[in-house]
């Protein structure tokens, strides 16, 4: 099975610090991705990355920067953390020729709360 | 650019009731349809896909969904709830030609089968 791990489950952080959340999947993807879901909104997509070292920005990057080095790892980097960054991030992979098949493997998640 | 309209946030219903969580979208291009299923402290993971073909697709679980392309819609059903059921259905789109960064989600809808 895919596996797409976080790192940590839980982090409390304190505002304005600088917050790394790293994201490993094991099955040579291509493509890696970082949403972020919050309840009545559903998953919005921040960033996501086709190839090392490439990236796209999704539909709310504002506050939010990723980093690509190896194709098993996505780090989403919250530069100066605020309050309206607390929320549950999900990594996701998908292969660009399967992901229609398979669709895309997620991670448990990381729930972010910024004090 | 497409969207998801999911038109029920939570639903509540009795074990062994059969259930329906609604799916509208909207696209002026052709569409691959999916709906995950998010279980408490968990990510998402795939349900079931439409890419073409027959119109009713069968996921995992006892799950089923009918692509009613006259109605854009994209219903999920199910026979008979479990109360291991009780999760979060996110119904997604993507176009056709699409890069992966294309897949919208809706806002979910909670499903909570009771007892």
């Known amino acids: 099975d895919v596996k797409v791990t976080q790192s940590s489950r839980y982090l409390v952080k304190r505002t304005g610090e600088k917050v790394f959340l790293e994201c490993v999947q094991d099955?040579?993807?291509?493509?890696m991705f970082w949403y972020r879901q919050d309840p009545g909104l559903g998953l919005r997509l921040i960033y996501f990355s086709y190839d090392v070292k490439m990236k796209e920005k999704g539909d709310i990057p504002e506050g939010y920067s990723v980093s690509r080095e190896k194709k098993e790892r996505f780090s989403l980097i919250l530069e100066s953390a605020s309050t309206n960054q607390t929320s549950m991030y999900l990594c996701?992979?998908?292969?660009?020729?399967?992901?229609?098949?398979?669709?895309?493997?997620f991670g448990s998640g990381t729930r972010l709360t910024v004090v | 650019a497409q969207s998801v309209t999911q038109l029920d946030s939570q639903v509540p219903v009795f074990e062994e009731a059969p259930v329906e969580l609604r799916c509208n979208y909207s696209?002026?291009?052709?569409?691959?349809l999916f709906w995950y299923v998010q279980y408490p402290n968990q990510g998402l993971q795939l349900l079931l896909k439409y890419l073409s073909g027959s119109t009713l697709v069968k996921g995992i679980n006892g799950f089923e969904a009918e692509f009613n392309k006259s109605q854009t819609s994209f219903h999920l059903r199910k026979p008979s709830v479990h109360i291991s059921d009780t999760a979060e259905y996110f119904c997604?789109?993507?176009?056709?030609?699409?890069?992966?960064?294309?897949?919208?989600f809706g806002k979910g809808t909670k499903l909570s089968v009771k007892p």
């Open positions: 997604a789109v993507r176009a056709f030609g699409g890069s992966q960064g294309n897949l919208i």
């Open positions: 696209s002026s291009v052709s569409v691959y």
């Open positions: 996701a992979s998908s292969s660009t020729m399967t992901a229609l098949k398979y669709g895309y493997t």
């Open positions: 099955m040579d993807h291509e493509n």
